[in-house]
Nanobody, 115 residues
Framework: QVQLVESGGGLVQPGGSLRLSCAAS????????MGWYRQAPGKQRDMLAT???????NYADSVKGRFTISRDNAKNTVYLQMNSLKPEDTAVYYC?????????WGQGTQVTVSS
């Protein structure tokens, strides 16, 4: 089973940028669809962006134009570039790997947007 490790979270001021990374421990990373989600305290986990094995992307309206998902199959890594961050972007960010009916989650990385 694939294992996912997120990194790149932290504290950033409003208007700032962060890039999250998610490294996957699998030799067949390229066949997985990958996604980024987030969960704020007391709220449900929401989809932010997904990228298929072919590279097609999809974004939630709340992050469209600010966040960009990308993948590097040679490095078994998916990224989330986050620009123009807002306090409401504060949450734990999770990476996911999807293959067929199975979704695997990473442990999450905290992003805090505050002055």
């Amino acid at each position: 089973q694939v294992q996912l490790v997120e990194s790149g979270g932290g504290l950033v001021q409003p208007g700032g940028s962060l890039r999250l990374s998610c490294a996957a421990s699998t030799s067949i990373f390229s066949v997985y669809a990958m996604g980024w989600y987030r969960q704020a305290p007391g709220k449900q986990r929401d989809m932010l962006a997904t990228i298929t094995s072919a590279g097609s992307t999809n974004y939630a309206d709340s992050v469209k134009g600010r966040f960009t998902i990308s993948r590097d199959n040679a490095k078994n890594t998916v990224y989330l570039q986050m620009n123009s961050l807002k306090p409401e972007d504060t949450a734990v960010y999770y990476c996911s790997a999807i293959r067929g009916l199975v979704t695997t989650w990473g442990q999450g990385t905290q992003v805090t947007v505050s002055s």
